[in-house]
């Protein structure tokens, strides 16, 4: 999917996320998950990949951008 002239904003930390490796990465929050399709509400959401590790748990690990980076390497 391509979204040709659109800017995104992080939010995070309300700044543009410039089209540039590992970015633009999207996070998709479901509220009632554990609900049939129908009665989900997903909402899709832009960062910055070092804000979203900044707030991860130390053991949470990024592996997506990780494997983008060692592509970008």
């Known amino acids: 999917m391509k979204f040709p ?9 309300g700044e543009t996320v410039e089209r540039v490796k590992p970015d633009v ?4 929050y479901i509220a009632r998950f554990d609900r049939s399709e129908e009665e ?20 949470a690990k990024l592996y997506a951008v990780d494997a983008v980076m060692m592509d970008f390497l």
């Open 5 to 13: 002239d659109t800017e995104f904003a992080c939010c995070f930390c």
């Open 25 to 28: 990465g999207s996070l998709l």
């Open 40 to 59: 989900q509400s997903p909402h899709q959401l832009f960062c910055h990949a070092e804000c979203l590790r900044s707030r991860l748990h130390q053991s």
